[in-house]
T-cell receptor, first 115, second 115 residues
């Protein structure tokens, strides 16, 4: 059982280049998320998809777009990369019980450097 | 808006001694509270959560956390630390009425357990 799989694991981009981070989960979860982790700042929510067919902005959405391709896959796109987007990106997924409070399962992360 | 504070950047403890990692939160109403652990170059792993009920929550690897509503705290504890517990620990909060895990994280506390 792979859980949440992210590709690539590492990436170096030049300023202005674009790229898509891929994420897939095999736990049949309804909800998926993209976070970024920066030193001393914890993780911050970029975008999330509460269920297939829906996406919503999180705390730091500027400069990013997302696509919920199907129930399994949720991609994050940087259209024109900037040095401020240098970060470690984590994809996560969770169940969506009516009562809430579902724990999230995280991928191993993508370390992105924009030069 | 909800927020989480982890007042200590680092906690040092000797192996075999009890450990506490502090967390306080600010949220409207009653929250869902979580602790996650991150080992080097890995994604986050779920440790435990508080939804409702007993204020003392037991989780993975012998960790537990105490919910204190009057002090708005959710401190992580373990009676006897292991060197292998050395990692980065995150406290997080999720909105009560959310059926998904749009988590707000603290900045993280590095736990170092010395032999």
């Amino acid at each position: 059982n792979a859980g949440v799989t992210q590709t690539p694991k590492f990436q170096v981009l030049k300023t202005g280049q674009s790229m898509t981070l891929q994420c897939a989960q095999d736990m049949n979860h309804n909800s998926m998320y993209w976070y970024r982790q920066d030193p001393g700042m914890g993780l911050r929510l970029i975008y999330y998809s509460a269920s297939e067919g829906t996406t919503d902005k999180g705390e730091v959405p500027n400069g990013y777009n997302v696509s919920r391709l199907n129930k399994r896959e949720f991609s994050l796109r940087l259209e024109s990369a900037a040095p401020s987007q240098t970060s470690v990106y984590f994809c996560a997924s969770s169940e969506a019980p009516r009562a809430g409070g579902a724990e999230a399962f995280f991928g191993q992360g993508t370390r992105l450097t924009v030069v | 808006a909800q927020s989480v504070a982890q007042p200590e950047d680092q906690v040092n403890v000797a192996e075999g001694n009890p450990l506490t990692v502090k967390c306080t939160y600010s949220v409207s109403g009653n929250p869902y509270l979580f602790w996650y652990v991150q080992y080097p170059n890995r994604g986050l792993q779920f440790l435990l959560k508080y939804i409702t009920g007993d204020n003392l929550v037991k989780g993975s690897y012998g960790f537990e956390a105490e919910f204190n509503k009057s002090q708005t705290s959710f401190h992580l504890k373990k009676p006897s630390a292991l060197v292998s517990d050395s990692a980065l620990y995150f406290c997080a909060v999720s909105p009560l009425n959310s059926g998904y895990s749009t988590l707000t994280f603290g900045k993280g506390t590095m736990l170092l357990v010395s032999p």
